[in-house]
């Protein structure tokens, strides 16, 4: 395998990686904000239920986006 080809694939990988942190850090601040929720915690930014959606949100379009590159 070239160099250049080590280096492509190495950047193939960073990619995924980014993508999959990005998905699993929202996971997690979906997990976070459902915790706070039960333990009624008030958020001062608005409503439970909306920052959940934005959430989603942007998990499905990191979906979507990895579905389009594969």
Known sequence: ???WNKKENQDWLN???SKMDLKEKG???LAQLEQLESD?????FGSYELAKKHLNELISLITQ???END
């Open 1 to 3: 395998m070239t160099d």
């Open 27 to 29: 996971y997690h601040l």
């Open 65 to 67: 986006k990895e579905e």
């Open 40 to 44: 009624g915690v008030r958020l001062p």
């Open 15 to 17: 990619s995924i990686r």
